[in-house]
């Protein structure tokens, strides 16, 4: 996994948009927790009301590069970039993943110890990628492909 790359990719997307109200830092972590959302949501594994509870492998690994890019994301803002990424804590549920990783999430707004929390995200982040059965070299190409349809947008005024 190529994380250095992905940060450099990152930045030329973020400079390229070039958002500086003073509000971006909440508005990363806001969309990172809609991103998460997005994934448990296709994943529909905790949808016990819904009979149908087969996963969106392509919707779902859609969304899980879209967690990445807001995870990124904070990491440029904050000034951190971990680039060895190879831990991957894993709860006893993938309900209760995707919810530590929201818990998680919100504490990037009110912890002042933003780099150990966004640590523990990038950590419960890979674990749930094992979870759900991807490999980091599927989520290494979705998310470079989904980079490339980003600045397309950006290309088409998006």
Do not use: C
């Not at 419960?124 to 094992?130: A, Q, T």
Request: charged share 30%; aromatic share 14%; glycine share 8%.
């Amino acid at each position: 996994m190529n994380i250095a790359k992905m940060y450099e990719a990152q930045k030329a997307l973020r400079d390229r948009i070039n958002y500086q109200g003073k509000d971006r830092y909440e508005k990363l972590v806001l969309a990172l927790m809609v991103e998460i959302g997005e994934a448990s949501n296709e994943w529909r594994g905790f949808k016990f009301w819904s009979q149908d509870q087969e996963p969106r492998r392509k919707k779902l690994l859609e969304e899980l590069v879209d967690v990445l890019h807001f995870m990124l994301e904070v990491g440029i803002e904050s000034g951190y970039r971990k680039t060895d990424w190879k831990m991957g804590y894993v709860e006893e549920t993938i309900t209760r993943q995707f919810s530590e990783m929201f818990v998680l999430a919100s504490e990037l707004i009110v912890e002042f110890e933003k780099e150990r929390v966004h640590i523990g995200l990038v950590s419960y982040f890979i674990g749930l990628i094992k979870m759900l059965g991807f490999t980091w070299g599927e989520v290494e190409e979705a998310y470079f492909a989904k980079n490339k349809v980003n600045h397309e947008r950006q290309d088409g005024g998006y």
